[in-house]
C-alpha cells in the first residue's frame, strides 16, 4: 500500500487531545459559583437580597437537571450544549424571581464566564509537535460534540477545518459532521482516518462510513476490521506508518 492512500485525518478533542474531566469538573462548579456570587452581590446593592441566594435555592443538581429537561423537549438542540446552558440557566433566573430581561442578561454573563473557564485546557505535550508534523502531509480537521471552539486555542493553527456537530444540530455519532469535513478535506471516508475516544461517537460511525478509526481506549478485545486502538494519542504516529506501509 503506498503513502498516497491516506489523504486527510480528522480528530476529535476533548479526550483526545487533552484530559477533559478536569477541565469540565472546574468550569461547571467555576462558572456556577461565579454566577451565585455575582448575582448575591448585585442584588445586595440594590436592596433586594433574598433570605436565600441563588445556588442554595437552585444547587448544581437543578441546573443539570433543567439541562435535561431542555434536550428532552427540543431534541434537535441535545447537541448544542451552550445553547442549553443559557436556556436552562435563564429559566432558573428568572423561577428566582428576576425580571426575563435580568435574567436573560446574567445567564450570558454567566455563560462567558463558561467558555472562558472552558477554554482552559492543556493538550498533551505531544500534541503540538505531532499536529505540526501531520499537518505537513495529511489534510487535517476537527469534530466535536463539545463547545470548544477551536479558534480560540492556539491549536486552531492546525485545523483548517473544524466541525463543531452541535451546531449542526447533528451531533456525533450522526454521520453528518464527519462527511461535513471529508467534504471540506476534499477527500473520500476510504483515505481518511478519525481519531477519537469514544466508541458510540467517534470509532463505529466513522468505520460505517468506510475511514479507517484510531480508538484511544483502555481496552482492544475483538475489535472490527479498520478500528485500531491506542492507549494515548501520542501512537498514532506509529499506527500510521504502519498503516501506509501495509
Not at 473557564?117 to 476537527?142: D, I, N, Q, T
Not at 476510504?190 to 467517534?202: K, P
Not at 478485545?221 to 504516529?237: K, Q, Y
Request: net charge positive; hydrophobic share 45%; with cysteine.
Amino acid at each position: 500500500m503506498t503513502s498516497a492512500r491516506l489523504q486527510a485525518i480528522t480528530f476529535d478533542l476533548d479526550d483526545t487531545l487533552w484530559d477533559n474531566h478536569g477541565v469540565m469538573e472546574r468550569t461547571e462548579t467555576g462558572h456556577y459559583a461565579w454566577l451565585d456570587a455575582a448575582l448575591a452581590d448585585w442584588l445586595e446593592r440594590r436592596g433586594e437580597a433574598p433570605a436565600v441566594r441563588f445556588a442554595e435555592r437552585f444547587p448544581l443538581g437543578a441546573y443539570q437537571a433543567r439541562r435535561l429537561e431542555l434536550a428532552r423537549r427540543h431534541p434537535l438542540r441535545r447537541g448544542d450544549f451552550s445553547w442549553l446552558r443559557e436556556r436552562a440557566l435563564a429559566a432558573l433566573l428568572e423561577a428566582y424571581g428576576l425580571p426575563r430581561s435580568a435574567a436573560c442578561q446574567w445567564a450570558a454573563q454567566a455563560m462567558q464566564r463558561f467558555m472562558a473557564l472552558r477554554h482552559e485546557v492543556s493538550p498533551h505535550p505531544e500534541v503540538e509537535p505531532m499536529l505540526e508534523a501531520l499537518g505537513k502531509r495529511y489534510r487535517l480537521a476537527s469534530i466535536t460534540n463539545g463547545n470548544v471552539d477551536i479558534r480560540r486555542l492556539a491549536l486552531h493553527r492546525h485545523f483548517p477545518v473544524a466541525i463543531a456537530a452541535g451546531e449542526m444540530f447533528a451531533p456525533k455519532p450522526d454521520p453528518r459532521p464527519f462527511l461535513a469535513a471529508l467534504a471540506r478535506l476534499d477527500t473520500v471516508p476510504s483515505r481518511a482516518l478519525h481519531v477519537g475516544d469514544s466508541w458510540l461517537e467517534d470509532a463505529l460511525p466513522a468505520r460505517r462510513l468506510g475511514m479507517q478509526v484510531a480508538w484511544i481506549a483502555a481496552a482492544d478485545s475483538g475489535l472490527p476490521t479498520g478500528i485500531h486502538r491506542l492507549a494515548h494519542v501520542r501512537e498514532l504516529p506509529t499506527l500510521i506508518g504502519w498503516l501506509e506501509r501495509r
